[in-house]
């Protein structure tokens, strides 16, 4: 959710279903809008080798958004980790998109500000060096390549990506 929870800026839940065609919700994180970010409002989370995968569009450790892992532990808990934290400039700024991870364990997304021109990139992490490491793929340019982009990319059997952007384009 982008609003509510303990702190007011988002939560991270599940729904299970109860008898009687009812659902029991479980709060699994509240953002704080600190190193965890807030605003989890950020496209849709991705399931991957049992643990959640996401992006918080504000906060994180330099104000320009995150991106989080989320893990089960024990008796229904979760560990939230922050895995790499956007800087604002060339790297990106506030990821608004959804995630997609490849075969090799690369995340994929997109931020609506940052990048050389300052209106977005189609970014790249990838663990190296006991961390994650951001490669920025493209920087929009603010003309007829579009910018801002607000969705999740997507593959072919190729490689190619594909995605949108909100403004810009041709006209």
């Known amino acids: 959710t982008p609003i509510g929870g303990a702190f007011g800026l988002g939560t991270i ?4 279903p109860k008898a009687n065609n009812t659902w029991n919700l479980q709060v699994l994180h509240a953002f704080t809008g600190g190193v965890d970010g807030s605003s989890g409002s950020a ?26 892992r989320l ?4 008796r229904g808990q979760w560990t939230f980790q922050s895995i790499y934290s956007f ?28 990048g050389t021109d ?12 006991g961390g994650w490491v951001n490669l920025v793929l493209y920087s929009f340019k603010s003309s007829t390549d579009g910018n801002s982009p607000i969705s999740n990319v997507v593959f072919d059997t190729t490689g190619n990506i594909y995605g949108t952007t909100s403004e810009g384009g041709l006209g």
């Open 87 to 114: 800087q604002g400039d060339l790297d990106g700024s506030f990821p608004y998109g959804g995630l997609t991870i490849d075969l090799s364990d690369n995340i994929f997304g997109t931020t609506y500000y940052g």
């Open 71 to 74: 893990k089960p532990q024990n």
């Open 118 to 129: 300052g209106v977005g990139t189609v970014f790249q992490l990838s663990f190296a060096r």
């Open 13 to 16: 839940y599940t729904l299970r």
């Open 43 to 68: 496209g849709k989370l991705v399931f991957h080798q049992g643990a959640l995968f996401g992006a918080a569009t504000t906060g994180g450790a330099y104000g320009h958004g995150t991106v989080f």
